[in-house]
């Protein structure tokens, strides 16, 4: 048995609406071998893995799974149940998975849901060993794998004060992305996201922080002018000054570095020079500069201030150990750390006790030593400061915190100018005014840790961050941006294109991404396919963006899963014979439901815009759950319009060449056909079909028919707007068109308009694509027979296949379509091949260029326009057929003028 892939889906998927491990797994011999022939089979998965019991399966009950063991079940499947458990037995909760044979003999797809990827990835490697052990009739230890899954988790999760930070905009719907491996996290999208690191807000003052890391600068603002009682002190930078500053304020004193966090180099209880010499060697060895401040007998409390207000006060100890009369204060630690409350760092709720230089200087100063026993119930401080993050331990105080007190430290908070603060203070009690003298703010914290708030050692927790997620998204205020994603097999880069330009005429920032690159607001931001989750995601992580629209192929679906969790606006255009053999997709009916993940992720409130035409149409409608959909159709008889309507739903129709809105209670008029540029009068029925979807697109995004038709009327096939997509290029004599018709649904939707267009021959230059099976580009070929005179054959996109193997066979499909050799031309060169072809055009013929580098192919064209027919170079002014524009609008009209005299 052996892992033949394994990836993580990371959004809505063919399998899940939540993230999965997708993974396919060979069997091998073991296809012939359920678990019901295994001797003991049963038996020792059950001592193995006690907890399998808990599994459902398909029997729905307790017990489910080991029933369907005892019956008989593949090796596949024991690995999903068992790469579930792996991760609910390292605390990482989840339930769901799914085994699919495949037409492969002993080859399965096994999907099951992750919390955490690189545990979700693991565990599916330890779970094919351990179940191949199984299945040879050894029983593995899962403990240490338990362990590896666990300290992953540890690792790579957020730390406390982010994960409840997190966790609670979740609760109220609104997304988040990790932007790096640690704590950088944005909340939202587009131009209502909000960024956090930690705890540190992205509006959080740059000065603010700035003074709070300083704590001298923080005292003498503090007490110089605004009246808050701090412990005297000063910051030195050598042994002898600190020792006269020792004198001028006298012992007990702390010495602490002047810059630094979670109490590292801070001694305090400094009774004399001796100490005070250790202490500045500890605190120096952190900062150069060290403060010298009174040391203030009292409790040590910790104030935190979110958005002006005090929301939370916690009573600190430091880490200790308490004797019990036998162990020594190192197996005392060591005790004290195996509690599962404790983890390195910020993992945990409590951080474990880490030995230094601190705990030696304190045990020292108390003749006790790591090897000392302390008697029963002795405590002994292991840390001169309480922080939580050195190992102390906190009590919730936030209801004893006394009037004058809270305002003080709301009052500290707009002196610093932090929206999140700790405030460290020293007092006998919150429960009376403060005394000057006897109690005193130490430091502020610009980023202070929630944890000792969220998860006491005793007292109340306070979920801190719901106040951290009100300031952030005030009530009422947005968190996520409309989103439109289109799907299909044809058409949706224009689609997507043509939805954008509708938003972009109508004052929206739009952020597109697409098989061509991403846009941000109508500027390209990277050239690439970015059709699947990474364009989706630097649309969404961009502080511009109001509205996305997101193209989706199928590639992208199948290798990470979407990029959004959902969309406003689902669209799904057509569903064609492409793509097929690749990803387990092996039918149009697979590659239907694969294109139904986009509308399934509408949100119960948006919209299905689905294609009525089209063959698959219930499939599609099916999918799209409690979302309205907006029907489309050329057809304005299609039967499927009027239940639609019943339902109070609209649909997006043609009829009497008009683009037309239907409603339950009436019709209205868009625009007429003869108006829209990439409609050429009607007779580019596929461009057609793109209008009334991204019609229908804009209609559910709120905008009234004005506005769609400002958009449709001013978006044209150019170059500049849609490039390599039916880019049609005045020649002179002939006329060039650059298009990525790449598939036989494509070439049999533009066939007639090409022909229509052609006053003589039709010359195409074109490859088929290697990665689709043999009979599909032997289909592309025999659909290019009945549109084409001339072929010129490259091989741009042969993928896995040999050179020149791809070409093969689509010259076999032009071959069994009719052609005979002198009508096919093979230059593997894609750059060469359309040389060729353009030289060949003569008077009245259409050169059809595929292009699979489409900016190379545009760029050859126009150069051979301006250099070999000598024409000129395209500008963008005024007259026929010299800039992108005119262009369009020239052969439109002669397309207009053809229908016309038909």
Known sequence: MRIVEIRALRGPNLYSGFPVIFMKVDIGALEDSPTDVISGFLENIGEMMPTLV???????????????????????????????????????????GKTVSTDTRGVYN?????????????????????????????????????????????????????????TEAQRRGIPHLRLNSSSYVQLGQGRYQRRIQATVMDDTSALGVEIADDKERTKELLSSSMGIPVPEGRAVQ??????????????PLVAKPLIGNHGRGITTKINNDQELQIAFRIANGFWDRVLIEKHLEGKDYRLLVIDG????????????????GRDTIQDLIHETNNDVQRGVGHQKHLTQIEVDDM?????????????????????????????????????????EVHPSIRSMAERISRIIGLNVMGIDLIAPSLQHPLCKGSAGVLEVN????FRMHLSPSAGTPRNVAAHVVDMLFPPGSNHTIPIVAVTGTNGKTTTTRLISHIL????????????????IGGLPIIEGDYSG?????????????????????????LRRGLGFDECDVGVLLNINNDHLGDGDINTEEDLAKLKSTVIEAVRPTGYAVLNADDPFFSVHQHAAGEAKIIRFSVDPDNGDLPENLEQGHMNVILQDDMVKIQRKEGTSTVARISEIPIAFGGQALFNVQNVLAATAAALALGLTEPQVRAGLVDFTSSIDQVPGRMNIIEMGSFKAVVDYGHNKGAIEATGDFFQDLAAGRIIRMTSGTGNRRGEDIIGYGLSLSHYSDHVVLTDADPRNRPPGETAQLVQKGLMEGGFTRDMVTMIFDERQATRFALDMAGHGDLVILHADNIGQVIRDVLNYRETVIEIGPLREQSGPGVGPSDMIQHTADHVLKRASME
């Open 359 to 399: 705990t030696e200087v304190l045990l020292a100063k108390s003749d006790l030593s790591l090897e000392s026993i302390p008697l029963e119930g002795e405590k002994v401080l292991l840390k001169s400061t309480a922080n939580i993050s050195t190992g102390g331990t906190a009590l919730d105080v936030t209801d």
């Open 309 to 324: 207000k005090l929301v939370a006060a916690a009573l600190r100890e430091p880490a200790q150990v308490v004797g019990n």
């Open 54 to 96: 808990e599994h459902t399966c398909s029997p729905g009950r307790r017990g489910g799974f080991l029933e369907r063991v005892e019956r008989g079940t593949w090796a596949a499947h024991v690995v999903e149940h068992v790469a579930i458990e792996l991760q609910c037995l390292a605390q990482t909760e989840v339930g769901f």
């Open 446 to 449: 610009s980023a202070p840790g």
């Open 238 to 251: 050598t042994l002898t000054d600190a020792l006269k500053q020792a004198h001028i304020i006298g012992y």
């Open 533 to 557: 989750p990474e364009g989706a995601r630097m649309v969404l992580t961009d502080s511009a963006v109001d509205h996305a629209v997101l193209e989706v192929a199928r590639g992208g679906i």
């Open 110 to 166: 096994v999907v099951y849901r992750y919390r955490n990827e690189k545990v979700g990835l693991r565990a599916g490697v330890f779970a094919v060993n351990i179940v191949k052990a199984l299945f040879q009739g050894e029983i593995t230890d899962v403990q240490p794998y338990v362990g590896v899954l666990a300290r992953i988790q540890e690792l790579d999760q957020y730390g406390p004060s982010t994960q409840s930070i997190v």
């Open 504 to 519: 972009g005429v109508n004052g929206s920032v739009v952020g597109m991404a697409c098989t061509d690159g991403v846009h």
